[in-house]
């Protein structure tokens, strides 16, 4: 499902902004949480698209492919729920390999199969990635850069994405955002939580860094495991 929030302008920057709904049972999804608030608050000099995602492979990326078609961006940020981190993450890597551990909200449980058959073993980011982890921080929000996105959809949309944006100018990347007290608030098992507020600055202030045309930082931020 696509919600367009804002009127597409001739000569005038476009973001779109994609979440996941709600999977497992879960009643919300903080990704599309966190897009909705953003975009609730929107008053950039950009066009700011939104797009909901559902956490099903095929689905998922015919959407996004359809979305880049009408919208035509010139940024585009997908994001996605990665419970048991404590910060939002811009991810670094795509990697062409779906390897899902449960079934997804049709059924399908890819293994072992490319995301993208015939594309590259990986995809990098080209978000201003390291800006975005600094500008979220100096928002109040935790955030981290991370080189894994998984084998789930998450990872599957970022790679999709990676491809139809390759060699272009789009910027284009995904974050994953940390569950929030509404969508865990039982905590019993101990999986960390930031309140929705904190998230939805973050990812505002991520936004705001991937406007810059500057060239990211180069700042030590890999991790030894």
């Known amino acids: 499902m696509i919600f367009s929030r804002t009127r597409i302008v001739a000569g ?9 709904e709600p999977f497992a049972g879960a009643a919300r999804n903080p990704s599309w949480d966190a897009v909705q608030s953003v975009a609730a608050a929107w008053e ?3 066009d700011l698209q939104t797009l909901l995602l559902p956490v099903a492979f095929e689905r998922a990326g015919h959407l996004l492919r359809d979305a880049i078609a009408s919208f035509v961006p010139d940024i585009v940020i997908a994001t996605g729920l990665a419970e048991g981190r404590a910060a939002l993450t811009p ?9 899902a ?15 993208v058959p015939g594309g590259p073993a990986a995809f990098f980011s080209t978000l201003p990635v390291k800006r975005m982890v600094a500008a979220a921080q100096a928002a109040g929000a935790p955030a981290a850069l991370s080189s894994t996105a998984g084998g789930y959809v998450c990872n599957h949309v970022f790679t999709v994405l990676q491809s139809i944006t390759a060699g272009s100018p789009v910027r284009s990347g995904f974050v994953h955002v940390p569950a929030t007290p509404e969508t865990s608030p039982a905590n019993n098992d101990g999986t960390p939580v930031v309140a929705l507020h904190l998230i939805a600055a973050g990812l505002r202030a991520m936004v705001d860094a991937a406007l810059d045309p500057a060239p990211d930082t180069a700042v030590p931020a890999g991790a030894i495991a």
């Open 12 to 20: 005038v920057t476009t973001i779109l902004l994609s979440g996941f």
């Open 101 to 115: 551990r449960i079934p997804d909200a049709d059924g399908a449980q890819p293994v072992d199969r490319p995301s």
């Open 91 to 99: 991810e670094r890597v795509a990697v062409n390999l779906d390897d």
């Open 44 to 46: 950039g000099a950009a």
